[in-house]
């Protein structure tokens, strides 16, 4: 069974930065593509980064571009994502997310399995 786990959230202010890890077992970790989405209060799930199998491709929403950075441990199955100069509006549940493929998508249904999510707060 592939289980992903995130960590690293918590409640910070605007302008601060926070590191989300999210560790994957039971999986060929090298072998796929992964990706952070985010869901807002009351709005739907959202795309925020991808990273490809060898950590080679990302690629990020216009929202996060230029403040988020995706990478990934392949050594450690661990992938993160940076997130600097927050603001109040990426207030949200973060889910780590491991694609069928080894190229990452902007598409929910090209992820296979999902974590349980980490709060990320940000107040003003």
């Known amino acids: 069974q592939v289980y992903l786990e995130e960590s690293g959230g918590g409640s910070v202010q605007a302008g601060e930065s926070l590191t989300l890890s999210c560790v994957v077992t039971g999986s060929t970790f090298s072998d796929h593509a992964f990706g952070w989405f985010r869901r807002a209060p009351g709005k739907d799930q959202e795309f925020v980064a991808a990273i490809s199998w060898s950590g080679g491709g990302k690629f990020y929403a216009n929202t996060a571009k230029g403040r988020f950075a995706i990478s990934r441990d392949n050594a450690k199955n661990t992938v993160y994502l940076q997130m600097n100069s927050l603001k109040p509006e990426d207030t949200a549940v973060y889910y780590c997310?491991?694609?069928?493929?080894?190229?990452?998508?902007?598409?929910?249904?090209?992820?296979?399995?999902w974590g349980q999510g980490t709060q990320v707060t940000v107040s003003s």
């Open positions: 997310a491991r694609a069928s493929a080894r190229y990452g998508s902007r598409r929910l249904n090209e992820y296979d399995y």
